[in-house]
């Protein structure tokens, strides 16, 4: 079956950096685009940042020029590399891909489990 596994979640002070991982089975990575949403408590999840399988990037505003997305096809990871953190960032980040399983016929929604990010003022 598909899985995504996070890491690298944890807790910094504003203005810190974290670099998520999320490492990828069960489907060919390189012919997917992935996603990172993330949820604060008492909110709705919400995009953050997508890569294509072309490496075309796209972000929400309010991460925009502090966060970067990249992807590494011959690790089936993908990162997001986040800078000059604030306490808004607050959250449980999930990785996410809408894609099929190996010898699979059908798109799915694929989601990891999560990793907790706690920003500091």
């Known amino acids: 079956q598909v899985q995504l596994v996070e890491s690298g979640g944890g807790s910094v002070q504003s203005g810190g950096s974290l670099r998520l991982s999320c490492t990828v089975s069960?489907?060919?990575?390189?012919?997917?685009?992935m996603d990172w949403y993330r949820q604060a408590p008492g909110k709705q999840r919400e995009f953050v940042a997508t890569?294509?399988?072309?490496?075309?990037?796209n972000y929400v505003g309010s991460v925009e020029g502090r966060f970067t997305i990249s992807r590494d096809n011959a690790k089936n990871t993908v990162y997001l590399q986040m800078n000059n953190l604030i306490p808004e960032d607050t959250a449980v980040y999930f990785c996410?891909?809408?894609?099929?399983?190996?010898?699979?016929?059908?798109?799915?929604?694929?989601w990891g489990q999560g990793t907790q990010v706690t920003v500091s003022a």
């Open positions: 890569i294509t399988s072309s490496d075309s990037t």
């Open positions: 996410h891909s809408k894609a099929k399983r190996l010898g699979g016929s059908y798109l799915n929604d694929y």
């Open positions: 069960g489907m060919i990575f390189s012919l997917y685009a």
